[in-house]
């Protein structure tokens, strides 16, 4: 046999091995991931009332006190940072706001914690502003970058995000939970100012 026409073929025999060796490997890790997923879900949804969880989007769903919830994994806007967040539907309306803790980072030159706020209305950033470490402690914001309470008026979700690093990081029932009933407590006081502020702009 013509040797060029030999090593010709012992290349295709060699790129065709490595084509099905990679499809090997990409359908086992994907299997993998989804397993792990799945393992990591399962408890979440166990956790709620009539809880679902669905491997495929790494999202669980159900009830908590009779409020619709759900728990996913998602991508920051910017998307490089893989995030968790925590949904509780609570009533709609009023102002939207955002608080975001970011821990103390000692190679900064003035190490404090950050904490940002956005919201138009006044009696919410004043309640926004008396929150601390200690006041959101149940969130343990000192064990991530960050931590973000969201509150979304169109939709009326309450949201306690923070970034995860991948499917592993997924959060156990007993801190879901937790996420869940700070949620909970602060949509009732949410709901609260909102219809304080209604009445004295209505008056």
Request: hydrophobic share 40%; net charge negative.
């Amino acid at each position: 046999m013509n040797p060029y026409l030999a090593t010709g073929l012992a290349m295709c025999v060699v790129i065709l091995i490595a084509l099905i060796g990679t499809g090997y490997l990409a359908v086992y890790f994907t299997r993998r991931a989804k397993a792990d997923v799945e393992r990591l879900i399962t408890p979440l949804a166990e956790s709620l009332e009539d809880g679902v969880g669905d491997a495929e989007e790494a999202e669980v769903k159900g009830k908590y006190h009779g409020a619709l919830v759900f728990g996913r994994m998602a991508r920051a806007a910017a998307g490089t940072v893989t995030l968790w967040q925590t949904d509780l539907i609570d009533s709609a309306g009023g102002h939207g706001w955002n608080f975001v803790y970011s821990r103390p980072n000692p190679k900064k030159t003035s190490p404090e914690a950050e904490i940002d706020i956005i919201t138009k209305s006044d009696v919410i950033r004043s309640w926004l502003e008396t929150w601390t470490a200690e006041s959101i402690a149940p969130l343990q914001p000192l064990e991530t970058d960050w931590v973000q309470v969201e509150y979304t008026p169109g939709s009326g979700v309450v949201r306690v995000a923070r970034p995860i690093k991948g499917r592993n990081q997924i959060p156990d029932p007993e801190t879901f939970l937790t996420d869940l009933a700070f949620a909970e407590q602060v949509g009732n006081r949410n709901r609260e100012l909102q219809q304080t502020e209604e009445t004295s702009d209505g008056e």
